[in-house]
């Protein structure tokens, strides 16, 4: 997937301005949005599969060890290949018996073609959400990542993310961190642009300084 915006930034600061001034301060704070470049899509599930519940060092190391039954420990294998992969392989290399049942059934998607990531651009979000959270393992926090970073969609709330949501905490002042139905009504008045503003709720939660 390419890494340029697929939407204009200016006419997104300029509604979210409008919309709401406490993320338009966030903008002048923070300057401008600069999401993490997309990149393989299949392996960027793979990866979110593979840091499930796991510290981002350990994640890593057992990602490295895995890769490299296939001879690279920086590429990510093929569907074909993680459906030819043994118990035994799986365990050897620190993956799990659930997270390899999860890889076998991405793969399976994948080689049966009820989940083709080249016609992904093609889809509404809905769809894309639904074709993905069908994948065991695959939840509806990984599908959100993955149409903002990987597909670059505008307008998407991941209500589920505990940091979008301190982020409002923190913006708004609020007592409490919003639950997932109170952070869907905060982040209504950003739509089209809610991808952006959750964005900058991350910000906001770097930005905060613990009381003395």
Known sequence: MANRLRFSARAAYAHLRTADPVVGALIEEHGPYQPRP????????????????????????????????????????????????????FRGAG???????????????????????????????????????AVKGVGEWTAHMFLMFELGRPDVLPVGDLGVRKG???AYGLPETPTPRQAREIGEPWSPYRTVASWYMWR????????A
């Open 95 to 133: 993956v799990s018996r659930q997270k390899a049942g999860y890889l076998r059934d991405l793969a399976q998607h994948c080689v049966d073609g009820t989940l083709d990531f080249d016609a992904m651009p093609d889809l509404g979000d809905d769809e894309v959400m639904e074709r993905l959270t």
């Open 204 to 211: 906001a939660v770097e930005t905060v300084t613990p009381e």
């Open 38 to 89: 997309g990149g393989d899509p299949y392996a960027a599930v793979v990866r979110s599969i593979m840091f499930q519940q796991l510290a981002g060092a350990a994640a890593r190391a057992i990602q490295r060890r895995f890769f490299a039954l296939y001879g690279d420990e920086e590429r990510t294998p093929d569907p074909i290949d993680i459906l030819a992969t043994t118990d035994e392989a």
């Open 168 to 170: 409002m905490q923190a």
